[in-house]
């Protein structure tokens, strides 16, 4: 047996590495668990370099940017940049709220219902492999990342998290192949599974050619998959046409448009609603009751004068209304903006101006 | 490996042929091309189709000329990849240990110090590895998904122009018997 072994020994540990590795995936495949052991250890060693490196390389970054360049524009900029996105996710619950019912009903829901719990993570590396389309984030299970937690951004998904360890997570976008999510278009009601096809667009299955789809239409998660909460934008229809099964759909993701530098992994997800088709995502509050219709402006009560204001929104609503009637600049069309930093001339109108409805169907372009 | 490869990899070592590395450096190395896998597609998301823990292993093998350590190299990088990407254990594993064995078996019958050479040795097993990876991905693992033909033929002729510069930056390190 030892001289068998010592004449074949090249053969034997080739065969002893192949057959143990194969075992080791028959085990993985069929139990359907993995082998953490090996995957903590590689990412324990790993995942501090990757930090170490990503820490080198913003800090190299921002000692040129902040003291040669901008000095403290750029910490200005991170932390409005940081708002800015608090107050896009804030305000898509406010508005997924408002559209709803009715302002002081929908105010005191959104005040009853508890928000989803997130986590901000930061992006610290990318999957090993080509064409993985999963990336490390520096948050793990010592934080309460978990197993199957979405991963979100202010514009939309991003995808979810299939692995924590203790001091990284990695979570798979959902343009990976087999990333799957379940979506509902915002103005058909159509449902569909979002799959990610290894490239930039996702594909929506399950959709039948008799269902109303149309480019342009937004998707929203349904929640149904357990893992997104209702009512997160997903993206973009780009492309629909019949097929033989059923409709041959392309969205593509709002949040992965450009690169991902942070995220929020949803620790308590909280289900929202589905903004209806004539508002935009993530923005386009209104806050005003609907225009009077056509012909009913007899009946609009009057608008009070700066002299006679009831409130400060009617004061600024004549200010804004002066001061564009004194540039010749009509509000509501596209084309010049009026200087709203010059001092209106005095109102020279009668107390009781008749306010003009708001234009019809002027509503901010869509965007994630 | 019969008595006749056997007598050669004996016959090469005693000339000199067979290259020793600092032990730092068979760590380091395969280390520092699964970081750049990690890190850097982050920016240049083209440089994701770079197999630089395989274009690393395979020069271990190479270079050691001896089969057995090949396959250990390749199983060893191979399993940290998996370890760092969704796939099972053992699906770049795999790959890399026959990748490697049979760049290490080659190495005993081929100048492997010609640039050219390596270039097409380099272009060749990036291929190997993709087909065998994509075959496990198929057979053990029942994914139906295509083989990309053109994409592959272009990422490993890529990759064997690394690979001819990769080797050549790594015979740096190389200490000859």
């Known amino acids: ?368 | 490996m019969s008595r006749f490869e056997e007598s050669l990899a004996a016959d090469l070592a005693a000339r000199g042929k067979a290259a020793h590395f600092p032990a730092a450096v068979y760590v380091l190395a395969p280390l520092a091309a699964i970081l750049f896998q990690v890190y850097v597609p982050r920016f240049l998301e083209a440089l994701s189709y770079l197999e630089l823990p395989l274009l690393t292993a395979i020069y271990f093998a190479l270079m050691r000329r001896k089969p057995a350590s090949g396959a250990f190299i390749g199983c060893v990088v191979g399993l940290a990849q998996d370890a760092l990407s969704p796939h099972p254990l053992g699906m770049n594993g795999i790959s890399k240990t026959l990748s490697c064995y049979f760049a290490a078996s080659l190495s005993l019958r081929f100048d492997v110090e010609n640039t050219l050479l390596r270039f097409l040795l380099g272009f060749f097993f990036y291929l190997f590895h993709q087909f065998f990876f994509w075959s496990l991905s198929r057979g053990l693992l029942g994914e139906q998904s295509d083989f990309p033909i053109p994409q592959t033929v272009i990422s490993a002729f890529l990759n064997a122009v690394i690979a001819a510069a990769l080797f050549s930056f790594l015979d740096r390190f190389r200490r000859d018997d």
């Open chain 1, 1 to 368: 047996m030892d001289s068998f072994l010592g004449r074949y020994r090249n053969l034997s540990v080739l065969l002893l590495l192949v057959v143990g590795q194969l075992l080791l995936l028959a085990y993985q495949v069929r139990s359907s668990q993995d082998v953490p052991l090996i995957r903590v250890w590689t990412v324990a060693a790993a995942a501090p370099l990757a930090r170490g490196l990503e820490w080198a390389r913003t800090a190299a970054a921002g000692f040129f940017s902040d003291y040669f360049v901008l000095r403290d524009v750029r910490a200005e900029n991170e932390r409005l940049k940081k708002e800015i996105g608090e107050l896009r996710l804030r305000n898509h619950l406010l508005s997924a709220e408002l559209a709803s019912a009715e302002r002081a009903k929908a105010l005191e829901q959104y005040r009853a219902r508890i928000p989803s719990k997130t986590l901000a993570v930061r992006v610290i590396g990318a999957g090993a492999g080509p064409d993985t389309k999963t990336v490390f984030v520096d948050r793990g299970s010592s934080d309460g990342v978990q197993r199957g937690m979405a991963a979100i951004t202010p514009e939309g998904i991003v995808g979810k998290v299939v692995a924590a360890y203790p001091m990284a997570s990695l979570v798979q976008l959902i343009t990976a192949r087999n990333a799957v999510a379940s979506v509902v278009s915002q103005k058909s009601r159509v449902h569909g599974a979002l799959e990610g096809t290894g490239a930039s667009l996702c594909t929506v299955d399950h959709v039948e050619n008799k269902d109303p789809l149309e480019p342009g239409e937004w998707f929203y998660t349904s929640g149904n998959d357990r893992v997104f909460p209702r009512g997160l934008p997903v993206g973009q229809v780009t492309l629909v046409r019949e097929g033989r099964g059923g409709k041959e759909v392309l969205v593509e993701p709002s949040a992965l448009k450009s690169r991902i530098e942070e995220m929020l992994i949803v620790l308590d997800g909280v289900h929202g609603l589905i903004p209806p088709p004539e508002q935009a995502p993530a923005e386009g509050v209104s806050l005003l009751p609907p225009p009077p219709p056509e012909g009913a402006e007899a009946e609009v009560p009057a608008a009070p004068a700066s002299g006679g204001a009831l409130t400060d929104a009617d004061r600024l609503a004549d200010r804004y209304r002066r001061l564009t009637e004194a540039q010749g600049v009509q509000l509501g069309v596209k084309g010049r903006i009026a200087d709203f930093t010059r001092n209106p001339a005095p109102s020279t109108d009668a107390p009781a101006r008749k306010a003009e409805p708001p234009k019809a169907g002027k509503t901010e372009p869509p965007r994630p």
